[in-house]
């Protein structure tokens, strides 16, 4: 061949832009990165969790990575990957083609969990065992959930929202749409290893001949949060029909736990109809609904998600969906989180924390970047979904005391205002002998618990950390990452519809915070003069006979830190329950019963050199819980 | 908290986004990685939109061959994403990307691939966007001959389309410099492309 020569500067221009132009559907690999990414759950900054709901403060909160799940995603995740591993008799555009020829898909999951999905719409539901159940209505932008303990449904809109594309004038599942990958010729059995900076995944396939059935057999490895590979997940296809007929996956360290297995398996089976609603999954009628759907800007983003995601994006405000969201809240509310986000951004990094609470001792470190506590406060702003965007956000160590003996008898009593003996805690403190162990070394989660007087212990080891803040930050700032739409919801200042019940006057100096949802009331009273810390959190919830008041916390000491930055040295905590009990008749009645204790923080700022060595060092807090004979569980 | 069974596979996501202008970045390539870093698959996906024809010329470039340019294409994508935290200016996502495909292609284990000589038949089939035309391989070859601040310069001026102000500021340089170094980069460019036609 001949190459025609490019010389002239307009030409050589030309090219040099086609370069930037997109490649059509048959050519692109969009596909197959986007299924490999989520098939490993791979983040880029150590995961991300959108939810502002319970517990964003909450240390103790570590969330592991939760993937996403579709009936015709399980045989997607390994045929995107498997694209060139096919058999004769077996390519992908014949799998995709088969599938998207039906009209219901179903599985059944031999822990009683069914999944349904509808190809022409991408209508998504499931059903667990006890009832839970989720419907995903493309045509509507809704997710509704059923919790049977609860005894209600919650209707949201996600806040991104892709459901599919449009080809050829017709909107195709997206869950469709991943089988249409380019064919492929490579048709010899092979393994296939990728490795990229943490993680190492292989596949393999295998033809197999079962009950007069030929299958292409897919199995795929992985590497866990420790390195090793394990056998994720097997998917087998009819090599007659092109459909996938059977699934065994292995679940995650919760249920591997709960249901006392590893691998649970799934049958497939096409449909002409499907369920259209909760109702169809056994929900009773009837069933309140708790709307969480609220009018920001980021819904909107959804409404057309098989249009140009570019020229949506770029429709969005200047300020963004977040800061769209901060506007819906009362006024007060606004002053609140703005005054609160400022002083997290300022709070110190380095810290140790000591927590007295009954019968309970916790020692902590914490240690974060300089870009963290910032993004932390424009978490609070809600400019952001995620504070952790560097590579290393912050380390967390702590480990607490349950011990009823060999505890020095100033850690029993409690007062509001003396200085703890740090010197004296410190030395005493039994750091091997804690019921619960909590690391995060910057990329990964350990928590180690020992049972039964430390006969046995157990180790999870989970890849990624989600957004985290050191321990008193959960009881000061709690209502500043609260659920924004439940914030919105709650009653300002000036209508006193429900004071009878729940409200009440408090004094003017302070801000009130308030939220509600279905069966949970709370109110913050906020105290700009000591850095818009509550001073006071109050809790209701629902019962059968009404609202009954169930926590009121009160802060009683006050500490500053060198720079200036207050804290909650003392608490006063009042609990309510209901409590059912036996009369002398033997009747079974309902009685209200009150504890009260408190809670005392000692907090000291550190230099990074005054942190105990290699305290935050996942590697060798590993080898210590293996040397003790814990039980290790991986993501 | 979204609902969904706490299972490996895929749910709704941004898996087959092709409703994009990759050629007309109405966004800025910077902001897609910032909020690919806050977790928004859908805006990585758009970056992969944005630049596959680059990577997948990258890779053919290196290795002449249709099916392990792919592969290392798509690596070098899941790389990407994994390492994007180490990216310091977002606005040369499109240079750092197209770096690290060609250092995935000299790797053995990628070489192992025949390197076949540019047939159209060794095309993909069903391209209705060929991106492996023999002229397009010339001038990556050549591309591939520039400095890194050259080749950088090009790919934000022509891939990305940004003007020389634009690159001036992500890149922190003078304008001035910048104009200058566009002009002598498409200079050496002709230059190389005339050696490689040779």
Not at chain 1, 115 to 141: E, N, Q, S, T
């Amino acid at each position: 061949m001949n190459p025609s020569p490019i010389s002239e500067n307009t030409e050589l221009e030309t090219i040099l832009k086609s370069l930037g132009q997109p490649l059509g559907p048959d050519d692109s690999i969009l596909p197959r990165v986007m299924a490999t990414l989520e098939r490993q759950a791979l983040a880029p900054a150590a995961g991300s969790d959108r939810t502002r709901a319970l517990g964003l403060f909450s240390h103790g909160r570590q969330v592991q990575a939760v993937l996403g799940f579709s009936l015709v995603g399980v045989a997607v995740a390994l045929l995107a990957w498997l694209g060139f591993f096919t058999s004769p008799g077996l390519t992908m555009a014949e799998v995709a083609q088969a599938v998207a020829k039906e009209k219901w898909a179903h599985l059944v999951y031999d822990d009683e969990m069914e999944v349904w999905v509808c190809m022409d719409d991408g209508r998504y539901l499931w059903k667990r065992k006890g009832g839970a159940c989720f419907h995903r209505d493309p045509v509507h932008h809704t997710e509704a959930s059923y919790d049977p303990a609860l005894g209600q449904i919650t209707l949201r809109k996600p806040d991104v929202w892709v459901m599919g594309v449009t080809r050829n004038g017709k909107t195709i599942p997206m869950q469709v749409d991943a089988l249409q990958f380019p064919d492929v010729d490579r048709k010899t059995p092979e393994k296939k290893t990728i490795q990229a900076k943490d993680f190492t995944f292989s596949v393999e396939y295998s033809i197999e001949h079962r009950e007069g059935q030929s299958l292409g057999r897919f199995d795929e490895s992985r590497q866990d949060a420790l390195g090793q590979m394990h056998l994720t997940r097997s998917l087998w296809v009819d090599l007659k029909t092109k459909l996938p007929v059977r699934v065994r996956e292995r679940m995650n360290a919760a249920d591997r736990e709960k249901e006392g297995r590893e691998y649970r398996e799934g049958t497939y089976s096409f449909l002409e109809t499907g369920p259209v609603n909760l109702a169809q999954l056994g929900v009773p009628e009837g069933t309140p609904v708790q709307n969480e759907v609220s009018p920001n800007v980021a819904v909107t983003r959804m409404l057309d998600p098989y249009k140009n995601a570019d020229a949506l994006r770029a429709a969005e405000p200047k300020d963004g969906p977040e800061n769209a969201a901060l506007a819906v809240l009362p006024s007060e509310t606004q002053r609140a989180l703005k005054g609160a986000a400022d002083k997290i951004a300022k709070f110190p990094r380095n810290l140790r924390i000591f927590e007295l609470e009954g019968g309970t001792r916790q020692l902590s470190y914490w240690s974060a970047s300089p870009q963290y506590m910032k993004n932390l406060a424009r978490q609070v702003l809600r400019e952001v979904d995620y504070a952790g965007e560097e590579s290393r956000p912050f380390r967390f160590f702590s480990v607490d005391n349950q011990e009823s003996s060999g505890v020095p008898e100033y850690l029993w009593e409690f007062t509001r205002d003396s200085q703890l003996p740090m010197d004296r805690i410190l030395k005493w403190f039994p750091m091997d002998r804690g019921v619960n162990t909590h690391l995060v070394d910057g990329v990964k989660t350990y928590r180690l618990t020992r049972f039964n007087g430390a006969r046995a212990t157990q180790l999870h080891v989970l890849r990624g950390i989600v957004s985290g803040t050191p321990p008193p930050f959960d009881d000061q700032w709690e209502f500043a990452t609260w659920n924004t739409t439940e914030l919105s919801a709650g009653k300002p200042r000036s209508e006193k519809s429900d004071s009878e019940k729940l409200g009440r006057d408090i004094p003017a100096n302070l801000l009130l915070v308030r939220s509600e949802r279905a069966n949970l009331k709370m109110e913050w009273h906020i105290d700009p003069q000591k850095d818009f810390a509550a001073v006071r959190r109050i809790q209701w919830r629902k019962e059968t006979g009404g609202w009954r008041l169930a926590s009121d916390q009160r802060a009683v000491g006050w500490k500053q830190l060198p720079g200036g930055a207050w804290y909650v040295s003392a608490w006063h905590i009042t609990d309510s329950m209901t409590i059912t009990k036996k009369n002398a008749q033997g009747a079974l009645v309902e009685s209200e019963e009150t504890s009260t204790y408190g809670r005392r923080v000692e907090i000291t700022v550190l230099q990074e050199a005054d942190f105990p060595q290699a305290i935050f060092d996942g590697k060798k807090f590993v080898e210590k819980a293996v040397k003790e004979g814990a039980k290790v569980e991986t993501d | 908290m979204c609902p969904e069974p706490p299972l490996t596979g895929i749910g709704a996501s941004s898996f087959g986004v092709h409703g994009r202008t990759c050629g007309n970045p109405v966004i800025p390539t910077q902001t897609l990685v910032k909020r690919a870093l806050e977790g928004d698959r859908e805006s990585f996906a758009l970056l992969v939109g944005r630049y596959e024809r680059l990577v997948l010329g990258v890779a053919f470039n290196a290795l002449g061959n249709f099916h392990a340019a792919q592969d290392v294409a798509q690596e070098a994508f899941v790389t990407a994403y994994c390492q994007l935290a180490t990216l310091r200016n977002p606005a040369v996502f499109g240079p750092w990307v197209a770096q690290m495909t060609a250092r995935l292609a000299r790797k053995p284990k990628n070489r192992q691939a025949p390197h076949i000589p540019l047939n159209p038949d060794l095309q993909n089939p069903n391209s209705t966007t060929p991106w492996d035309r023999d002229e397009v391989q010339r001038v990556l070859s050549a591309l591939n001959e520039l400095p890194e601040a050259l080749r950088t310069l090009m790919i934000l001026r022509y891939v990305d389309g940004l003007d020389s102000a634009e690159i001036a500021r992500v890149t922190r340089r003078p304008l001035g410099t910048v104009t200058k170094l566009i002009s002598r980069a498409l200079e050496r460019l002709r230059i190389q492309l005339v050696k490689v036609q040779k």
